[in-house]
């Protein structure tokens, strides 16, 4: 893929981010696509022929190209008596609900049958979160004229990444909503995204994409000033009529309550809106990823259904508030154009 390649993709330097968990929809990365930009499909969370049918869907909604995110399965040892313990505090929660908090397991997200998936299928690009892949997976894709992108969130990781054989890097700044998606779940700081588009374009040459903190034109031209090829907004479009957002989720993102790191809910570092839950729950929080996102799942599916945003994940980016309820084509229309008006 490369520059040139990677230029094709798109006539605006917009990547709609894959939001798993449900704001990702099919509707939502054709119309991104249609709009001139790269829209994504979510493949965390779902089966493999749920994939399936969701690339099938947008292929009947537009011939742009688009992209399928994966999550790279890595098992970090567990606490299994600290995730014992979070359970049981969960206790309360799960009687308001009425359910049964899940038991903490881990699973690799269906990872060889969506491989073989996206190699049948042949979306434009797969991108990663969470890790990048070996280099032979990497070739794999590649040599069915897949692109790879690998997500990173230290010039390290970009290293990694580009030694692996990417042909792009998603660098994933502080400001980024949803999980964090270092390839270890470290506790160290993260770098806001002008700092890391620095850092890591001294370490690469690829074609990189911001992610973190970007809801409008003039943010992807400050992107692009910073070494950017192309901005990645998630949370600017979750208010979409196209996005698959809960009602709960839709009336945080009206409101300015401030967000914050927690692992509350998955026992990996996300960024999300702060709610009673994140209050109560977060110092309690043990590391474990997935295995701790089993355990709330079914309490967040059932707050979910009643309208209840206090206690569901409330993922979104620290500039949430730029987020507004119009169609993803008019957006990413008026983005574009903020951003040719904005660069010099």
Same mark, same amino acid.
């Given at each position: ?6 230029d %094709? ?8 981010? /894959?939001?798993?968990?449900? /704001?990702?929809?099919?509707?939502? +990365?054709?119309a ?32 742009? /190209? ?11 040892a *567990? ?7 979070? $359970? ?15 038991? /903490? ?12 998936? &996206? ?5 434009? &690009?797969?991108s ?10 990497? +070739? ?18 970009a ?24 390839f270890?779940d470290?506790? +160290?700081?993260?770098?806001g !995204? ?7 374009? $001294? &370490?690469? %040459? !690829? ?15 400050? +992107? ?29 993102? *009206? ?14 570092r ?9 209050? %109560? ?10 295995? &701790? ?27 949430? %508030?730029?987020?507004? *309820? ?7 229309? $008026? ?10």
């Amino acid at each position: 893929m490369r520059t040139a390649a990677f230029d %094709e993709l798109m006539e605006a330097p917009i990547v709609g981010a /894959p939001l798993s968990g449900g /704001p990702s929809t099919p509707e939502l +990365a054709a119309a991104v696509s249609e709009a001139g930009g790269f829209g994504f499909i979510a493949a965390g969370y779902k089966t493999a022929d749920d994939v399936r049918d969701e690339v099938e869907d947008v292929r009947g909604r537009t011939l742009r /190209p688009f992209g399928v995110n994966l999550f790279v399965p890595t098992r970090a040892a *567990a606490d299994d008596a600290a995730l014992a313990a979070y $359970r049981e505090s969960l206790a309360g929660e799960a009687e308001r609900y009425g359910v049964e908090p899940g038991r /903490p397991h881990w699973n690799d997200d269906e990872w060889e049958r969506k491989l073989a998936l &996206v190699e049948r299928e042949r979306p434009s &690009v797969v991108s990663f979160t969470f890790g990048c892949p070996d280099a032979s997976v990497v +070739a794999r894709l590649r040599d069915v004229g897949i692109g790879v992108w690998c997500t990173v969130t230290r010039p390290t990781e970009a290293k990694l990444a580009a030694a692996a054989g990417a042909d792009a890097i998603v660098v994933q700044g502080a400001e980024a909503g949803g999980h964090q998606a270092s390839f270890d779940d470290t506790d +160290a700081a993260p770098i806001g !995204l002008l700092a890391l588009l620095q850092l890591v374009r $001294r &370490v690469t %040459e !690829l074609p990189l994409v911001a992610a973190g903190g970007i809801a409008n034109g003039r943010g992807v031209a400050g +992107a692009i000033a910073a070494g950017a090829f192309a901005a990645q907004i998630g949370t600017g479009l979750m208010l979409t009529p196209e996005a698959g957002t809960s009602s709960a989720h839709r009336e945080a993102l *009206a409101g300015d309550a401030p967000t914050a790191l927690t692992r509350a809910f998955t026992g990996r570092r996300a960024r999300g809106i702060v709610n009673r839950f994140m209050l %109560e729950h977060d110092a309690a929080a043990p590391r474990g990823y997935p295995y &701790v996102h089993h355990v709330t799942s079914p309490i967040r599916a059932a707050a979910r259904a009643v309208g209840d945003g206090g206690g569901i994940n409330l993922w979104a980016g620290q500039a949430y %508030e730029l987020a507004e *309820a119009l169609p993803a084509a008019i957006l990413v229309a $008026r983005w574009a154009d903020e951003t040719r008006r904005a660069r010099p």
